[in-house]
């Protein structure tokens, strides 16, 4: 009984051991909110920018290839840069989180875009679509540290998928 005690305990320890690595740095939120909120806000007509004073420069541009690095960087901290065919489904805590980033991602750039589309340029609709971007960008910082918590957490109770 006494080995499988320690076994278990060796089990425990390694368990742990891998959730501690399952860690995103305070940068890392703070860098998403930023470069999603780049990347959406680009989705808004310049013309309205400028009536508010923001100067043409590549926001979009830099905003997504920032979140592209990111999500890499994601990937490889929180262990999902195996080559499985459906890495989500590896951690079964992702199936909920994974689809409101989803649906958040998806729903702020139709936003950003339809308030440009209807609304045309605007110093109103600018300021509404600088809004949106940044709450965005805070949702989406949120998302991706409660989907590095779940996990983690599943690394720990020791859940897969095949259970």
Do not use: C, H, K
């Not at 950003?112 to 709450?135: E, H, K, R």
């Amino acid at each position: 009984m006494d080995e499988y005690r320690v076994s278990m305990n060796v089990v425990a320890r390694q368990r742990r051991a891998a959730a501690a690595r399952v860690r995103l740095g305070w940068w890392f939120p703070v860098l998403s909110a930023v470069s999603w909120t780049l990347a959406v806000g680009s989705e808004f007509p310049a013309a309205g920018y400028r009536r508010l004073g923001v100067p043409d420069l590549p926001y979009g541009q830099v905003g997504g290839l920032l979140f592209l690095a990111l999500i890499a960087v994601f990937s490889v901290r929180s262990g999902m840069n195996r080559r499985d065919a459906s890495p989500f489904a590896v951690y079964p805590s992702l199936r909920l989180r994974f689809t409101a980033f989803a649906l958040a991602s998806l729903g702020s750039t139709a936003a950003v875009f339809a308030l440009g589309w209807l609304n045309g340029s605007s110093s109103g609709a600018a300021w509404t679509a600088v809004v949106i971007s940044v709450v965005a960008g805070g949702v989406i910082a949120f998302l991706l540290t409660w989907m590095t918590a779940g996990i983690r957490g599943d690394i720990l109770t020791g859940v897969s998928s095949d259970d």
